[in-house]
């Protein structure tokens, strides 16, 4: 059973930076996605950004771009989520998935807090 967990969340006041990491059980080069999801209180879970770790290729929805870094930490074996400009908006549990074809892990998440 594949093992992923998040950490770096926690308080920041709008306009800081936070980094999120994910780290798993096994070599973050064998999924073929890997990406950070968000769900705010009374809404849906949603796609914040993705990485191909093979290849690196990366996806960021609207809300993320020009804000938001995903990048393969090799030396840590994460992925990880560098917030920059964080507004209240942003405020959510953040999520960590592993993709390898049909199959997906989730870790248990880790709370971003932006106070304005």
């Known amino acids: 059973q594949v093992q992923v967990v998040e950490s770096g969340g926690g308080l920041v006041q709008a306009g800081g930076s936070l980094r999120l990491s994910c780290a798993v059980s096994?070599?973050?080069?064998?999924?073929?996605?890997m990406g950070w999801y968000r769900q705010a209180p009374g809404k849906e879970r949603e796609l914040v950004a993705r990485?191909?770790?093979?290849?690196?290729?990366?996806y960021y929805a609207d809300s993320a771009k020009g804000r938001f870094t995903i990048f393969r930490n090799n030396a840590a074996n994460t992925i990880d989520l560098q917030m920059n400009g964080l507004k209240s908006e942003d405020t959510a549990v953040y999520y960590c998935?592993?993709?390898?074809?049909?199959?997906?892990?989730w870790g248990q998440g880790t709370q971003v807090t932006v106070s304005s």
């Open positions: 990485i191909a770790p093979p290849g690196g290729s990366t």
């Open positions: 096994e070599s973050i080069f064998d999924f073929n996605f």
């Open positions: 998935n592993a993709n390898r074809l049909s199959r997906n892990w």
